[in-house]
């Protein structure tokens, strides 16, 4: 290190150097370790890392019942040397599937996890980042003594970093998953008729713990080392916890059925039902009495501050599917969702979504077979379907508000009730209407081709109208279905395959072609031609697509002159087209461009041996 030092300060600065050869033989003896201090702090802050895992599982079955248990523990210990980090990890697992009758099965699966994280108050991040760039000619402990010494930057030392010194960071996670099934075949009803349903909890447990706690570092002065106070004045605790919870129940009827062996008929309905709610709490505190108490209790009230929230989620959705095949030559295929969800209000709350695919394999009929044998297999298939969307802030047809200082009473802002957004009574489903048309081929024994051309376009998109509402009206517009947008383009595989003896090749090119175009989005009237979003590629919203357009660049002064263009240009400059022919080169003059990140066209090659 003194002697790369050396090397930049004479070859590259070019200035005297910081080190004589005296010096940097001291740093390399360790005669003087407090003046020339040789630190090797990843030999001196590292360590071999320690981890264990067992497991122990049990199984068994009879004619009826079939289980499965484990068991199991892992603990994973940190590579610093006198870390605080850790991690346990408990885990429990069970299935069982019983088998009453012939006709019956019932499914019983259970998981736990329990996590706990240890770790001090700063992240291996920083840490790593701290030894990487530390300078080797510092001494991390004052020779002869375990006190760390004071903070060179960041009040900041890496021994006391990677401790418990400066406090600790805990975190708790528990995780709790079951599900209950039952399969129930009907045959006594009719053939092919069977019902399946189903209970699934999902719940999980978070705790955080932060106590950070003064600690101290040293100077030394002479044969004197005095403790200098770094962090809070006494001790700060910091306490989150949240918890999950959510429900899924299912029940499906299912029917399948050939008759005469050449009609092929499946179905399905089903219903599901989800809700999950979200809780949270925190609280903090400092200047504890004692850093032996980390608990609230013992932290002041007047610095004390909590907070706390909840949420609720849920869905309800019918859905179904039936399936026709004629002698597995001519397939329909027809499906439906009828899906409710918390984020309408109730007159709109559910939508209906259908869909309709055909199929028909040319390749099966006998004037294909006669005539055209060379391509082993064909078959064409077109669909329609439509797709709902509600993945938008919940409760927009809600008006709603929020606690804040809203007025100044007596000298003293007073808490009151805020509006925070106006309702949308109207809102609904955005919806997708997607058309595909396609062909799969086999063809020569040795090739494949998959053809797809599709075209879909989404209304009801939700949106902010761009009109002008003043600010003492103290209202924010919400969203409304308003939006249009559509996407189209085509899709291309064809695939070789062939083997000689012990050597086989798989060669397969691939080819795709998407546009999309925003239909209409209300924006300002005063938005120049050029710049609307209107008529654009979807993702070229924003300022970064407004661009100047250059025509060329200025390759006299004269011809700088007479041009408009921007301030501080000179020749050999780009120069920019006056769009709007002011003779000024201003943002009037930016063009939206049509070219999103994502790009349109995409290929490629794959091949193996």
């Known amino acids: 290190y003194a002697k790369l030092r050396n090397e930049i300060r004479s070859l590259v600065q070019g200035v005297a150097e910081d080190y004589t050869s005296d010096e940097i033989e001291l740093f390399k003896k360790g005669s003087d370790p407090l003046n020339f201090p040789n630190i090797d702090v990843f030999d001196d802050m590292l360590r071999p890392a320690f981890q264990t895992q067992h497991n122990i599982s049990l199984s068994g079955q009879s004619k009826k019942i079939s289980y499965y248990t484990s068991v199991g523990y892992q603990y ?28 019956t099965r019932i499914s019983v699966n259970l998981a736990a996890r329990q996590e706990d994280r240890n770790a001090p108050i700063y992240g291996s991040q920083d840490i790593w980042r701290y030894m990487i760039k530390y300078d080797p000619t510092v001494n991390i402990r004052w020779p002869g003594t375990d006190l760390p010494t004071t903070a060179t930057q960041d009040n900041f030392n890496p021994i006391t970093a990677v401790s418990d010194a400066m406090g600790y960071t805990d975190n708790k996670a528990s995780y709790f998953n079951t599900d209950f099934t039952v399969h129930l075949e009907m045959p006594y009803i009719t053939e092919g008729l069977s019902i399946d349903g189903g209970a699934y909890v999902d719940r999980s447990d978070f705790f955080y713990k932060q106590f950070q706690k003064q600690f101290y570092l040293y100077e030394k002065n002479g044969d004197v080392y005095t403790p200098r106070a770094y962090g809070p004045s006494n001790a700060s605790l910091n306490e989150n916890m949240n918890q999950n919870l959510g429900l899924t129940f299912n029940a499906r009827l299912n029917y399948a059925r050939v008759f005469h ?3 092929s008929l499946s179905a399905f309905v089903a219903y599901e039902q989800y809700s999950s709610r979200y809780d949270y709490l925190s609280a903090y505190r400092q200047d504890f009495v004692s850093t032996f108490v980390d608990e609230l209790f ?6 004390q ?15 179904g599917r039936v399936d026709y095949q004629l002698k597995e030559r001519y397939l329909l295929q027809f499906n439906w969702r009828y899906d409710g969800s918390e984020n309408f209000p109730k007159d709109n709350r559910f939508g209906f979504f259908p869909g309709v695919s055909l199929g028909w394999r040319v390749s099966e009929e006998n004037f294909w077979k006669e005539h055209l044998p060379a391509i082993d297999y064909l078959k064409l298939r077109a669909s329609w379907g439509q797709m709902g969307n509600d993945n938008v802030a919940a409760f927009q047809y809600l008006t709603t508000y929020t606690f804040s200082s809203a007025a100044i009473l007596g000298g003293t802002p007073q808490t009151g009730v805020w509006l925070n957004r106006t309702a949308n009574p109207n809102i609904t489903w955005e919806v997708a209407n997607t058309f595909n048309a396609g062909l799969d081929a086999k063809f020569l024994n040795k090739f494949n081709l998959e053809m797809d051309v599709f075209k879909t376009k989404r ?21 409304e279905n308003i939006g249009k947008c559509s996407s189209w383009g085509t899709e291309i595989v064809l695939g070789y395959n062939n083997r000689w003896k012990d050597f086989g090749l798989n060669l397969s090119g691939n080819f795709s072609y998407a546009h999309s175009r925003i239909d209409f989005i209300d924006e300002p009237k005063s938005t120049l031609e050029w710049q ?32 408009p263009h921007l301030s501080n240009t000179t020749v050999g400059d780009l120069r920019f087209k006056d769009v709007n022919n002011d003779e000024v080169i201003d943002a009037r003059d930016k063009v939206r461009q049509d070219k999103p990140a994502i790009p349109e066209i995409m290929y490629g090659i794959n091949a193996t041996v």
Not at 77 to 101: E, G, M, V
Not at 308 to 319: D, K, P, W
Request: aromatic residues 10%.
């Open 298 to 303: 013992a932290g002041t009230k007047d610095s």
């Open 261 to 263: 062996d050449i009609h």
């Open 76 to 103: 994973q210990d940190n590579y610093y040397k006198n870390s605080a980090s850790n991690y346990n990890q408990y885990n429990l697992r069970s299935n069982i599937d019983i088998t009453p009758n012939d006709n």
């Open 532 to 563: 609307k979003r209107t008529g654009k590629s979807i993702g070229t919203d924003g300022s970064s697509f407004l661009m100047y357009e250059a025509d060329g660049i200025f390759r006299t002064q004269e011809e700088l002159d007479v041009y």
């Open 305 to 319: 501050a909590n907070d706390g929230t909840a949420s609720e989620t849920a869905r309800q959705n019918y859905f």
């Open 459 to 479: 209304d009801n998109i939700l949106a902010t109208r761009n009109a002008a509402v003043p600010s003492y009206a103290g209202l924010s517009l919400p969203d």
